[in-house]
């Protein structure tokens, strides 16, 4: 019913730019994406969400560097990440949040992508 894509990622060198993006494929209400990205031996964090309204909300690590945006008609929603530096390398991840008719909520992860920012 749900299925979450992403795409984009990769290497960069500091001070470079990437794009990522992450499709929900679903009938169903979204009530908010989020970016999160992890690193070896550390939890999760959150970098940066966007909700079904154009609210967005920045992790202060990235605040003014990376750019979180929409397309509703499409389901999808980018992570412009700009000015990279190498505390920027980590596995990205999509999360989505679905709501059914029966009113309850639901999240899902995207797979995931490495991106490493090095010179």
């Not at 001070?15 to 679903?26: D, F, H, M, V, W």
């Not at 990205?37 to 990376?66: C, H, M, W």
């Amino acid at each position: 019913q749900v299925q979450v894509v992403e795409s984009g990622g990769g290497s960069v060198t500091p001070g470079g730019s990437l794009i990522r993006s992450c499709e929900a494929k679903t009938i169903f209400t979204i009530y908010g994406t989020s970016w999160y990205r992890q690193v070896p031996g550390k939890q999760r964090e959150l970098v940066a969400d966007i909700n079904n309204l154009g609210n967005t909300n920045y992790s202060d690590s990235v605040k003014v560097r990376f750019t979180i945006f929409r397309d509703g008609a499409k389901n999808t929603v980018w992570l412009q990440m700009n000015s990279l530096k190498p505390e920027d390398t980590a596995v990205y991840y999509c999360n989505v949040v679905i709501g059914f008719y029966d009113d309850s909520l639901s999240d899902y992860w995207g797979q995931g992508t490495q991106v490493t920012v090095s010179s």
